[in-house]
């Protein structure tokens, strides 16, 4: 995976770490919300999706992009929209996963 594509899923999740603070003044108090800015999870998702070649995002045995993401809208449901480009990448082999360490014995 080269360097863009692994900052980009960094900045996807790191955008469901930061929280948005806004105070508003409601009858004589003082209201605080916090929640996770949506729309830069919206921006990072769309970024994503722009540094995926288009060799990736071809239908074939392996993986159909516009089957796995044409019933969903971005703006509506920027998660399941991300969850399937995980799914495309790991599905064309561009993410690798570490197996878990264990402290048990090998029974090899």
């Given at each position: 995976m080269n360097v863009f594509l692994h900052q980009a899923l960094l900045n996807v999740v790191n955008s469901l770490s930061s929280l948005e603070v806004t105070t508003r003044s409601a009858q004589g108090l003082m209201i605080s919300e916090v929640r996770v800015p949506v729309d830069?999870?919206?921006?990072?998702?769309?970024?994503?999706?722009?540094?995926?070649?288009?060799?990736?995002?071809?239908?074939?045995?392996?993986?159909?992009?516009?089957?796995?993401?044409?019933?969903?809208?971005?703006?509506?449901?920027p998660d399941r929209y991300f969850h399937q480009l995980v799914q495309l990448l790991q599905k064309r082999r561009m993410l690798r996963f570490k197996p878990p360490r264990s402290l048990a014995p090998s029974h090899d």
């Open positions: 830069r999870l919206i921006w990072n998702v769309r970024i994503l999706d722009a540094l995926l070649i288009d060799e990736w995002k071809i239908g074939d045995k392996v993986a159909d992009y516009e089957a796995m993401v044409k019933d969903i809208n971005i703006e509506d449901e």
